[in-house]
């Protein structure tokens, strides 16, 4: 069901402008009318899409505060916790599942989880208030949008004593949502470059100045992979071209990036995949292949006959020596929907979360890194959690604060669109 | 005693009352409407809608007088010397390759088993309809496998003396070509052995009779007789082809045969933020397949009203 | 006897080829599902291991848990999937074979649409659907039991329309010359002559279902919701152990379980009404894809 912007047309003439409002009474009206009822509703008015939506966006050189809004509190301290289940609504293949159990022992709760591919449908079916989770795990990048419709509640942090104890400062406090007002974080995870050294020469990447090139290097064609999201293939190719921030990459920019991965085709036969960095690296499907940091550390698993050879490599180009280009860093988080049922179980299950041990079980499972204080990389190391071939694919604190570290923000419909155009370009052929 | 029979205009023939039979029929009426029309045109309501700015993502407009026909122009701008028009073209190549493919092949098989197999033709007719009885995906991964560098193929290229020997499955025209005939032939196999079947052996012996040759019997008596088989089974291919997706993304995964299909998957089920793209698209592949939608609603229909005749 | 066209070598060896070709690859793919190794090229004797394996390995059909949730799911939309669209088929179909009144005929044009509509079509069209206007419908196993359904109703009006063509009206109406009511007639002369069409259906659709692979692929929630052909489909270029190979095995050994039933049934009504054997085999063929 959809809310129809062109509601309040009538009253006022000038461009529709969504507020957070309108979210909440779209929320309302999904669980009163029929479902065909909105189509109907304001059939003689005329309608015009706006845009100007007013969104926190925050960098790490400009962290911002999301707003706190006076119909959506947080819960007040020292509340009993609720009878289970507590509901969770993550990635799929996003939390280790022996966890849960522990969890639900150590909260005395059953827990339920549900899961989704698509971070847009997640948002959309958060927002269309048909849906009823306790604890949901939105990318930093979505949280302005979350506050913005309404989507999340306040945290109370007397109930998080782990956030301030455990985690990086940069984390605690992060620049997308100062203060964590709405979210503690989850998993963070830098893109870069996937590799094996005995199919790439390792020259070819480290110690370049733009090690994003390889991608474009002749010698590994056929045997190259990108990845099948388009912001982060597209991103790639901004950053391989130099420019500084790809969220505001003028339509030039992003058609200079389309050719360049339309060149991907003929030079180096590029294939696009989700596994390609994890499972085709270690079978040998591809020597090279852009990646997330979490992907290497899991490829470990992968390697046919089970043992791992330790061929696998990875680089960030936001902190490669010499390297002259940025590279992208972000963490997803944990946040309560202001529809809940049981806020008080939920912050007791982010503050189990935040714990080091628990933490650190997880991430043996995942491979994503927790952003807490003692799970330094040398202890991952020395602890064989992750092997130093591949310290790089470990986040550091100061990682988000580099100069060559970039961070995605929310796109607006019509850049997405510009971007999307450029997306179909380069898997056309 | 039925003394209701036959009078009165409430009563049918068998004197059930003239509202039972719509009555049967209004569950799957009503059915077929909410799960297949209003989904259809839902189709053209997202394709046609707006983009909602703060989720991003589309809108659908129910109401065609707001249709916004801004995706939908860019598109087929897109498609008339853009990037998509590459893929339609590509698409069409495909379709019409493989499909000449499959009356090349399937033509002789299916006229063998169904005139001149003899006493095994139901062994025959068994192992040309084995094929419709395994998934079709089960079909294409024995592709994949056979297929892959270390697979049978390439082992058996070797064994003879060949080195040297491409990634079969990183993007070749053949290759994707090839796994659509190998996918779909059965299906143009059957209805033309359906056809070919229904003639009587008595017209071609006809036709010897009167001095025609084996070749001129063909040409003049069988073939235009196996016509319509051959167009139906060419719909029935042709229809699920242009909308493949699965075959190249398995037999190939390159952009290099990417196909319509792939790109309506990619807009739908991958970036749905441009799920309006995805459904401009669908309604680009509709109008690629109306007609032969077309000629097979109406042979259906005619055939169905012939039955009940 | 009259082998006036000559000796057909030429065709017969083209058939040959073809058979091979179309079935090797198959053959190959359900020998490997039996290898003791864990290639699926290169053979390492017989092992049943990668269908019923050690639970503690999780690498059979039976223990791993992908596999294992992809059989229960695809079995679990079939059932659903057969038993709604049948009944509502076989209402759909008397209605529309005995129904003259107005909108009979666009019922009619109704019913046959989705039989001609491309399966991504119907996918991208129920995708839209469930998430923009019935949202109230979670993906996957609720979205794809409605999908199925949608999508088989039409063949089963068409299996039993065929079957209530050849029955015609006399039996009924002897019933009733017998003093049967017209409900009477209905129920017992009617409903017990078309059974045979009946299991033929309920066979049809559960084949149908779980061999669809677009729908259910659209209409997804999670990794529980994948179902056999999905599964297949994403692990095919994953080099997968040969568990892949036996799952896909057992599907194919329940779709034939599934035809076979079928086709004894439309047999058995052939045999009574004398239908036409090659106009149900079409049918039954037709749209399996």
């Known amino acids: 069901m959809t809310y129809h912007p062109r509601q309040n047309w009538n009253r006022s003439r000038r461009q529709r402008v969504y507020t957070r409002r309108d979210f909440l009474q779209r929320a309302a009206l999904v669980g009163v009318v029929l479902p065909l009822a909105p189509s109907f509703l304001a059939a003689c008015a005329r309608r015009d899409a706006g845009d100007g939506a007013e969104l926190a966006v925050g960098t790490p050189a400009n962290p911002v505060q999301q707003p706190l809004f006076d119909d959506n509190p947080a819960i007040e301290s020292g509340l009993e916790a609720e009878a289970g289940p507590l509901k969770l609504y993550n990635w799929e293949d996003y939390i280790n599942p022996e966890i849960i159990p522990i969890a639900s022992e150590a909260l005395g709760v059953e827990i339920e989880e549900a899961t989704f591919f698509n971070e847009e449908d997640a948002l959309a079916r958060m927002a269309s208030g048909e849906v009823q989770y306790d604890v949901w795990f939105p990318t930093s990048q979505r949280v302005p949008v979350a506050v913005s419709a309404g989507l999340i509640q306040p945290l109370n942090h007397d109930y998080l004593p782990n956030l301030n104890a455990n985690v990086w400062p940069q984390l605690a406090d992060p620049y997308y949502d100062q203060g964590a007002r709405y979210t503690a974080p989850y998993v963070m995870y830098s893109t870069g470059i996937g590799w094996r050294n005995d199919m790439v020469d390792s020259a070819d990447i480290e110690g370049q100045a733009n090690p994003w090139d390889v991608f474009w290097n002749p010698d590994y064609a056929g045997t190259m992979g990108l990845l099948d999201s388009f912001t982060d293939t597209i991103a790639m190719a901004l950053l391989r071209n130099g420019v500084a921030d790809p969220s505001q990459a003028s339509e030039a920019e992003l058609e200079a990036a389309g050719d360049a991965l339309v060149e991907l085709v003929e030079l180096m036969n590029v294939r696009y995949t989700i596994d390609g960095a994890y499972v085709g690296i270690p079978e040998g499907r591809f020597g090279l292949h852009h990646a997330w940091s979490g992907d290497l550390v899991n490829s470990a698993y992968y390697w046919p006959g089970g043992e791992d050879l330790g061929y696998a490599r990875y680089l960030w180009p936001g902190s490669a020596a010499g390297s002259t280009v940025k590279g992208p860093i972000s963490n997803d988080t944990m946040a309560i929907p202001a529809n809940a049922e ?29 952003p807490q204080n003692d799970l330094t990389p040398d202890y991952l190391i020395e602890n064989e959690y992750a092997s130093e071939d591949l310290r790089p694919a470990l986040v550091l604190p100061e990682d988000f604060e580099r100069e060559t570290a970039w961070v995605q923000g929310p796109l607006d419909a019509a850049t997405e669109a510009l971007w999307a155009d450029q997306w179909t370009r380069a898997t056309s052929g | 005693m039925p003394t209701n029979l036959a009078s009165g205009a409430d009563y049918d023939t068998v004197g059930q009352k003239r509202w039972v039979w719509p009555a049967f029929a209004i569950p799957g009426v009503v059915w077929l409407c909410l799960l297949f029309l209003v989904p259809f045109y839902a189709i053209f309501a997202v394709a046609m809608g707006y983009i909602d700015p703060i989720l991003n993502r589309p809108v659908p407009e129910w109401n065609p007088f707001y249709w916004n026909l801004t995706v939908f122009a860019e598109v087929l701008g897109d498609l008339f010397g853009g990037q998509l028009g590459q893929i339609a073209l590509r698409t069409i190549a495909y379709v019409f390759i493989a499909s000449a493919l499959c009356v090349v092949i399937g033509y002789p098989v299916a006229y063998f088993v169904s005139r001149r197999a003899g006493r095994w033709r139901w062994l025959w007719l068994l192992l040309i309809l084995a094929p419709f009885w395994i998934n079709y995906l089960m079909r294409m991964m024995s592709w994949v496998n056979l297929l892959s560098p270390e697979g049978q193929v390439n082992q058996f290229l070797n064994a003879i003396g060949i080195q040297n020997l491409p990634d079969w499955l990183a993007g070749h025209h053949l290759v994707v070509i090839l796994g659509l005939v190998y996918g779909y032939i059965p299906f143009f196999i059957l209805p033309l052995f359906a056809a070919l079947d229904r003639i009587d052996d008595a017209t071609l012996e006809a036709s010897r009779d009167l001095g025609a040759s084996n070749s001129q019997t063909f040409w003049r008596v069988t073939w235009p007789l196996s016509r319509n088989g051959v167009l139906g089974g060419l719909v029935i291919i042709m229809l699920p082809m242009f909308g493949d997706y699965y075959t190249p993304n398995l037999l190939s995964g390159s952009p290099r045969t990417r196909m319509l299909g792939n790109t309506i998957d990619q807009f739908i089920n991958q970036t749905t933020s441009q799920g309006s793209v995805g459904a401009a ?22 055939a169905t009203e012939e039955a009940r005749r | 006897m009259r082998n006036q066209w000559g000796k057909p070598r030429g065709l017969l060896l083209v058939t040959a080829l073809y058979v091979l070709w179309s079935l090797i690859p198959v053959a190959i793919a359900i020998q490997f599902s039996f290898n003791a190794g864990r290639s699926r090229s290169s053979w390492q004797g017989f092992s049943t291991q990668w269908y019923v394996g050690e639970p503690a390995d999780q690498l059979s059909v039976l223990y791993d848990p992908s596999l294992r ?21 076989v209402a759909l179909a008397i209605g529309l074979a005995r129904w003259r009144g107005r909108g009979a005929k666009s019922s009619n044009f109704l019913m046959l649409f989705p039989l001609v509509t491309p399966e991504i079509v119907m996918g991208v069209a129920l995708f839209l659907v469930f998430d923009n206007l019935y949202d109230f419908v979670p993906f996957g196993t609720v979205a794809q039991a409605l999908g199925h359904i949608t999508f088989s109703i039409s063949f089963v009006v068409i299996i039993v329309r065929g079957r209530l063509l050849a029955i015609g009206r006399d039996y009924e109406e002897a019933a009733m010359d017998l003093g049967a009511s017209p409900n009477d007639a209905m129920r017992r002369v009617l409903l017990p002559l078309l059974t045979p069409a009946l299991l033929a259906s309920f066979a049809i659709v559960f084949a149908l279902s779980i061999d669809d692979f677009v729908i259910s692929q659209f209409l997804l929630a999670g990794a529980d919701t994948v179902t056999i052909p999905v599964r297949l489909y994403s692990g095919a270029r994953l080099a997968p152990p040969p568990s892949l190979n036996a799952l896909a095995t057992v599907l194919m050994v329940i779709t034939i379980g599934a035809i076979v039933l079928a086709g004894l049934a439309m047999k058995y009504v052939g045999k009574r009404f004398g239908a036409d054997e090659g106009s149900a085999l079409e049918t039954v063929g037709r749209f399996e894809i």
């Open chain 1, 342 to 370: 049981r806020p008080v179980l939920a912050h007791q299950f982010i503050n189990f979360m935040l714990d080091a041990g628990n933490a650190l079980t997880n991430f043996e499972w995942l491979g994503y890194q927790p």
């Open chain 2, 281 to 302: 698209l669908t309604i680009v592949l509709m109008v690629f397949v109306a007609g032969l939608m077309l000629y097979y609603l109406f042979s259906i229909n005619r």
């Open chain 3, 69 to 89: 949730s992809a059989l229960a799911q695809s079995l679990v939309l079939a059932l659903i999937t057969m038993l709604i669209a049948t009944p509502l088929g």
